[in-house]
């Protein structure tokens, strides 16, 4: 799926083109434009960098559109990376204090995070927001949802019933029938 943000005047109403690999192709409309980052872009990168397969764009991707409301740990998470985004050299500890209020709300197995890769999604958001100060109107940013991730994802989810294998050398004491 590929996704175009386009820079429009400020305080417009500001959108996205997605062009699904399905073949469909739309606008998804969301707040007023101006000089900050999207929140559907900071959605996007921390979805993509994070790997999470449940949020926005995920659905978007599935065809499911932007109706269905994105997993609560995908807001929160991409609340939690916009945060660590806006600190200057985040320390482990500084993560991990923010990941603990931010995902309070969460089962302790979904709010379990790694600094690391908190830090390198904070890095390309800041990467990203950089990217859209400097566009002017009329210019865009356009990023593809990694189908291969999503796809290997999917797969792991899947349950595989047990094989059995057999070895291809026959029996002692079994005749060929």
């Known amino acids: ?6 820079r429009l005047p400020d305080h417009e109403r500001a959108y996205a083109l997605v062009e699904r690999d399905d073949g469909a192709v739309y606008r998804l409309y969301g707040g007023p434009a101006g000089p900050r980052l999207p929140h559907d872009i900071v959605h996007l990168v921390v979805e993509r960098e994070l790997r999470i397969g449940d949020g926005t764009w995920g659905a978007v991707a599935a065809g499911l559109g932007r109706g269905s409301q994105p997993g609560l740990r995908a807001e929160l998470l991409a609340d939690l990376v916009e945060s660590v985004a806006g600190l200057d050299h985040p320390s482990d500890t ?13 089962p302790a197995t979904d709010a379990a995070v790694e600094p690391a890769e908190i830090a390198a999604a ?7 927001a950089a ?16 189908r291969a991730a999503h796809a290997a994802q ?15 050398r026959k029996r002692e004491g079994r005749r060929p029938t």
């Open 154 to 168: 999917a797969r792991r989810a899947r349950v595989r019933k047990p094989r059995i294998v057999r070895s291809s």
């Open 131 to 146: 990217r859209w100060a400097r566009l002017r109107v009329g210019e865009e940013l356009s990023y593809d949802w990694p």
């Open 94 to 106: 500084q993560i991990l204090t923010l990941a603990a209020t931010k995902l309070a709300v969460l």
């Open 122 to 128: 904070a890095q390309a958001l800041q990467v990203e």
């Open 1 to 6: 799926m590929r996704v175009r943000f386009p």
